[in-house]
């Protein structure tokens, strides 16, 4: 198999079957509809009462349900992956007349229970009735499992459900252009063999089911083309996929996530609506009194005190937000996020609480420090601040504290001679605010051997890879519209 649900359908659909493909889209579009309610009840019903306080307790509940009721039917029996990929399998073109075969291999028995060859229709009951308690069955799970702490997904499901009932018109169509063959509008099928494939139906359902739940069109038609590997049906997915999305709509103007996002209060802001603002612009909207993090003062970056601030803005429900990086003058460097700190703070645990952290090593900067050191004196490494809270005082010149530090330190230019000369570095660790070259032309460069030290970027408390360095930001002048088509587009 190249692709997940590989198909080879060696036929073309007919005009009379789009009837069918269009109640496929419209029974996508009341599911959707209807699942979007239920599942939104049931998720404030978790949410308001003693259930949510026992999700452990759910889950077991909800599993030995699922046990009891889901393993007598064949079709409920295996997994959502390989039921959507049997029900989208094309029959062989001889099969047996009976109805109802057993075997002893599961994956056999569902392609011989869902070929069928017969012109009565019952022959085709205990199918059909199979089918239906199947699409019953996975239904209700759907809803009602969509939500819990157990991951259970939205896009198999939905696509289960659908192949389901697509299965089921498609056999039931197979069934009339065999016992009603005589009839003008299926003259186009050939005497005495198949003239529709039940698979075809099922592939429609999923996409029309999936599209009603989420309100997507494009890319449920590309998601089901290169879960296939087949083109040649695109049209038909189309029909299903349009018919549920207009249904769904009409009962349910929003999807699925959109009434989640709504349901646990994150801001959304539609692209479809148009908002009418009180504002003007930015500055009426900024906070003033955010948590800054400041890298000038190493006593207020400390694994405790940060630790501090990351828990103090989880209690106000801001977890998802961060901390803006600036320095003594107020100038942004930076913006960290809350899970990046965790993780960070995280990385401390065998340190020190009064360690201090860095969110700005220049060493991570090595062309801008190695151009002009002296440049940013309030820039300290690690053991510099380690040195300083021991003896204070010692914080003189950043390039001369640079040179004892790193005594291999050398400041080369691609293009020239590696090699500097002894006055040149001797001016360097005396404090000159530009560092000697060879040349004007390059790039100034760190020594590989000061790049190779273990202690250069891998120190725990150097939290400088976890800070975002150019983050979205825009002026206090700005205009709201722009501010709102922004948040829409995030």
């Known amino acids: 198999k190249l692709v997940l649900f590989q198909t080879t359908y060696d036929m073309d659909y007919h005009w009379f079957e789009m009837l069918a493909f269009v109640i496929i889209g419209v029974f996508g579009g009341l599911y959707g509809a209807l699942f979007c309610r239920l599942n939104m009840a049931v998720n404030r019903l978790r949410k308001c009462t003693w259930i949510g306080r026992y999700p452990i307790a759910e889950v077991v509940a909800i599993t030995t349900l699922t046990l009891a009721v889901s393993y007598q039917n064949p079709f409920t029996r295996i997994g959502l992956g390989e039921l959507v990929g049997s029900l989208f399998q094309e029959c062989p073109t001889i099969v047996s007349d009976r109805p109802y075969p057993t075997s002893s291999d599961e994956e056999s028995e569902i392609e011989k229970l869902l070929c069928v060859a017969s012109s009565k229709l019952s022959d085709y009951m205990p199918l059909l009735s199979l089918l239906a308690l199947a699409l019953l069955n996975r239904a209700f799970f759907a809803i009602v499992t969509f939500g819990i702490k157990v991951p259970s997904g939205l896009v198999l499901p939905s696509m289960s459900i659908g192949a389901v009932f697509g299965r089921i018109v498609g056999t039931y169509m197979e069934y009339l252009t065999r016992a009603h063959s005589g009839l003008a509008v299926f003259s186009q099928c050939p005497a005495n063999s198949r003239c529709v494939i039940p698979g075809i139906y099922a592939l429609v359902g999923a996409g029309a089911t999936l599209t009603g739940a989420t309100h997507t069109t494009i890319a449920v038609v590309a998601i089901l083309m290169e879960l296939t590997g087949n083109l040649i049906?695109?049209?038909?997915?189309?029909?299903?996929?349009?018919?549920?999305?207009?249904?769904?709509?009409?009962?349910?103007?929003?999807?699925?996530?959109?009434?989640?996002?709504?349901?646990?209060?994150?801001?959304?802001?539609?692209?479809?609506?148009?908002?009418?603002?009180?504002?003007?612009?930015?500055?009426?909207?900024?906070?003033?009194?955010?948590?800054?993090?400041?890298?000038?003062?190493?006593?207020?970056?400390?694994?405790?005190?940060?630790?501090?601030?990351?828990?103090?803005?989880?209690?106000?429900?801001?977890?998802?937000?961060?901390?803006?990086?600036?320095?003594?003058?107020?100038?942004?460097?930076?913006?960290?996020?809350?899970?990046?700190?965790?993780?960070?703070?995280?990385?401390?645990?065998?340190?020190?609480?009064?360690?201090?952290?860095?969110?700005?090593?220049?060493?991570?900067?090595?062309?801008?420090?190695?151009?002009?050191?002296?440049?940013?004196?309030?820039?300290?490494?690690?053991?510099?601040?380690?040195?300083?809270?021991?003896?204070?005082?010692?914080?003189?010149?950043?390039?001369?504290?640079?040179?004892?530090?790193?005594?291999?330190?050398?400041?080369?230019?691609?293009?020239?001679?590696?090699?500097?000369?002894?006055?040149?570095?001797?001016?360097?660790?005396?404090?000159?605010?530009?560092?000697?070259?060879?040349?004007?032309?390059?790039?100034?460069?760190?020594?590989?051997?000061?790049?190779?030290?273990?202690?250069?970027?891998?120190?725990?408390?150097?939290?400088?890879?976890?800070?975002?360095?150019?983050?979205?930001?825009?002026?206090?002048?700005?205009?709201?519209?722009?501010?709102?088509?922004?948040?829409?587009?995030?």
């Open 233 to 490: 049906y695109t049209l038909p997915v189309l029909v299903g996929v349009m018919t549920a999305r207009w249904v769904a709509e009409y009962f349910s103007p929003s999807g699925i996530y959109d009434m989640l996002l709504e349901h646990a209060g994150h801001p959304y802001f539609d692209t479809k609506i148009q908002y009418i603002h009180t504002r003007r612009t930015a500055a009426e909207l900024m906070q003033t009194d955010l948590e800054t993090i400041c890298v000038d003062y190493e006593n207020e970056n400390t694994v405790e005190l940060l630790s501090a601030r990351q828990a103090r803005i989880s209690e106000r429900g801001l977890a998802d937000g961060g901390f803006p990086v600036v320095n003594s003058r107020g100038h942004l460097l930076g913006w960290i996020a809350c899970a990046e700190l965790e993780f960070a703070i995280a990385r401390c645990h065998a340190l020190d609480p009064a360690t201090a952290c860095f969110l700005n090593n220049p060493l991570w900067q090595m062309d801008y420090v190695a151009h002009n050191p002296a440049a940013i004196p309030h820039y300290r490494l690690p053991t510099e601040f380690a040195r300083a809270k021991h003896n204070p005082g010692t914080l003189t010149d950043p390039v001369a504290e640079l040179a004892c530090i790193r005594p291999d330190y050398q400041i080369h230019s691609i293009g020239t001679n590696a090699q500097s000369s002894s006055s040149d570095r001797e001016a360097n660790v005396d404090g000159d605010d530009q560092p000697q070259s060879s040349s004007l032309h390059g790039s100034p460069q760190i020594p590989q051997s000061t790049l190779a030290m273990p202690y250069y970027r891998d120190r725990p408390n150097d939290f400088t890879p976890f800070v975002d360095q150019t983050p979205l930001t825009i002026s206090v002048n700005s205009p709201i519209e722009l501010v709102a088509n922004l948040l829409s587009r995030l």
